[in-house]
């Protein structure tokens, strides 16, 4: 269409600059409620979809902002995102909000540029488990607990039984082959670029400009103000979002215990709350 034309439309139907398809990947990752969606693979695909569907389009934005969470989720939605920029012939620019630790900076390396803001935490490349021991509470209480197995080793961790030095041990084992598989995930992507520092693996989490000194992240910037000076003035955001379910569009998105949210969901929504509170309260935030 030309430009004397151009003009004459409404400005909704104008075409001036580039528009860039951004899909936003926040929250805690990992299978969320039946009303509480977590940042999965499911929860993202569509978007994803929609985004690298743009034939018009120079490149895909990812918006990230998680704390981390399931690495399995985690490493499916890092997938994806290749997958597709490989079929779609497409670059990824990754942009950090508050966070990118753990699953979410895991998430982050599909970018084939990280950008990130000064402020913004980046890293934990490691692997956490947590739990509570309550066999001495249930002893004290009076309380007789009973479980049948069929295998030795069906009960391991068990946090009503006294702590199983061989249940550790596997636990670390485990976590170890997780971490390895990081690792190489981050060394894969961000190549020569990453520092030699012992830190750089050892769970650790650093604000933007650290961040880009190690190697993490390709420099501090601003989204809006980068992808402007990529492609121009003119270059508008389009924001690529998730379909609602069911269950979403009759309900909302109210909290627990608001009107429009049935009784049956609250404890598992405040639950779920708690855990996500954990998971961010790690750094910080």
Same mark, same amino acid.
């Given at each position: 269409?030309?430009?004397?034309?151009n003009?004459?439309?409404?400005?909704?139907?104008?075409?001036?600059?580039?528009?860039?398809?951004?899909?936003?990947?926040s929250?805690?990752?990992?299978?969320?409620?039946?009303?509480?969606?977590?940042?999965?693979?499911?929860?993202?695909?569509?978007?994803?979809?929609?985004?690298?569907?743009?034939?018009?389009?120079?490149?895909?934005?990812?918006?990230?902002?998680s #704390?981390?969470?399931? #690495?399995?989720?985690? +490493?499916?939605?890092?997938?994806?995102? $290749?997958?597709?920029?490989?079929?779609?012939?497409k670059? @990824?620019?990754?942009?950090?909000?508050?966070?990118?630790?753990?699953?979410? &900076?895991?998430?982050?390396?599909?970018?084939?540029?990280?950008?990130?803001?000064?402020?913004?935490?980046?890293?934990?490349?490691?692997?956490?488990?947590?739990?509570?021991?309550?066999?001495?509470?249930?002893?004290?209480?009076?309380?007789?607990?009973?479980? &049948?197995?069929?295998?030795?080793?069906?009960?391991?961790?068990?946090?009503?039984? #006294?702590?199983?030095?061989?249940?550790?041990? +596997?636990?670390?084992?485990?976590?170890?082959?997780? +971490?390895? @598989?990081?690792?190489?995930? @981050?060394?894969?992507?961000?190549?020569?670029?990453?520092?030699?520092?012992e830190?750089?693996?050892?769970?650790?989490?650093?604000?933007?400009?650290a961040?880009?000194?190690?190697?993490?992240?390709?420099?501090?910037?601003?989204?809006?103000?980068?992808?402007?000076?990529?492609?121009?003035?003119?270059?508008?955001?389009?924001?690529?979002?998730?379909?609602?379910?069911?269950?979403? $569009?009759?309900?909302?998105?109210?909290? #627990?215990?608001?009107a429009?949210?049935?009784?049956?969901?609250?404890?598992?929504?405040?639950?779920?709350?708690a855990?996500? $509170?954990? &998971?961010?309260?790690?750094?910080?935030?």
């Open positions: 269409m030309s430009k004397s034309l003009r004459f439309l409404p400005s909704f139907l104008r075409r001036e600059g580039v528009a860039i398809p951004v899909v936003r990947m929250g805690v990752i990992g299978s969320g409620g039946v009303l509480r969606r977590g940042l999965s693979l499911a929860s993202v695909t569509a978007q994803l979809d929609r985004a690298f569907a743009d034939k018009k389009a120079p490149a895909v934005a990812i918006l990230v902002n #704390p981390g969470g399931s #690495p399995v989720q985690s +490493h499916f939605i890092f997938q994806r995102i $290749r997958q597709l920029a490989e079929e779609k012939s670059p @990824v620019l990754v942009y950090v909000e508050d966070v990118a630790a753990s699953g979410g &900076y895991m998430i982050a390396c599909a970018g084939d540029e990280i950008i990130a803001d000064p402020c913004s935490i980046v890293g934990s490349i490691g692997v956490v488990s947590a739990g509570f021991g309550l066999d001495k509470a249930i002893e004290k209480l009076g309380i007789d607990r009973r479980v &049948y197995t069929a295998g030795t080793r069906k009960v391991t961790l068990d946090p009503f039984l #006294p702590e199983n030095g061989e249940d550790v041990e +596997h636990l670390k084992n485990l976590q170890k082959d997780i +971490h390895k @598989v990081f690792i190489n995930l @981050v060394k894969s992507r961000r190549g020569e670029a990453l520092s030699q520092s830190d750089l693996f050892s769970g650790l989490f650093w604000a933007g400009d961040a880009h000194a190690l190697g993490l992240i390709d420099r501090v910037g601003d989204m809006r103000q980068d992808l402007k000076a990529r492609y121009g003035e003119k270059t508008t955001l389009r924001f690529v979002g998730a379909s609602r379910g069911f269950l979403r $569009r009759q309900f909302g998105a109210s909290l #627990p215990g608001q429009g949210t049935p009784s049956l969901f609250s404890a598992e929504e405040l639950i779920g709350a855990e996500e $509170r954990l &998971y961010w309260s790690r750094f910080g935030l």
